[in-house]
């Protein structure tokens, strides 16, 4: 079965400033994909960032992007010019690439907290 | 953008009742998921069907079912409701069963 972990639990950025959340995961599959999902207070889950296992090409969305150590089965998020709004707690997740096993596996979770 | 759409939004009944929970998915969307989030933790996957047949199945308790209908919405059936089913559920959708699942905003369910 495959496990994510996120080891750090709580998280905190100066606003403007650049963070990197951790994940590490693991697996036997080659074909995989990998999300960020953020929570806010709200509760509601808002997908952040994609990165299929086959690209060697970090994802990048805006201010968002990732670091994707395949070999290390590494994961990382980095926030750039972090703003308020980018308070929430973040969820790494693993899906296989097989049509029959599209369930998510979510770590544990960071709490980012942004200070003004 | 429509997104998906869960009802109730809350829920509070008491233990040994049953309870519906109801998910609408994005419109062209025929995959549905449902997770469960307890307090303080990751949601955990339960069930998920596509093209109204079940796909997978995780965590879900005898005691709970669901089904998709031909309109592709679902519905999570919970009976002999116990304490620690008080959780946020989650439906999430996608189109097929490779592509990214967006969630709604979830049913928080309270069992006293």
Redesign the interface.
Known sequence: AQTVTQSQPEMSVQEAETVTLSCTYDTSESDYYL?W?KQPP??????VI?QEAYKQQNATENRFSVNFQKAAKSFSLKISDSQLGDAAMY?CAY?S?R???????????TQLTVNP | AAGVIQSPRHLIKEKRETATLKCYPIPRHD?V?W?Q?GPGQ????LI?FYEKMQ??K?SIPDRFSAQQFSDYHSELNMSSLELGDSA?Y?C?S?IG??Y????G??TRLTVT
């Not at chain 1, 049509?99 to 979770?109: A, K």
């Open positions: 999300f999902y709200s509760r509601q889950m808002i997908l994609r969820f899906r690439g049509t029959s096993g599209s369930r998510l596996t979510f770590g544990e979770g | 995959t998921y997770y989030q990751d949601p955990q996957f998920s796909s997978d995780g946020l989650f999430a996608s069963t490779r990214e699942q967006y969630f905003p979830g």
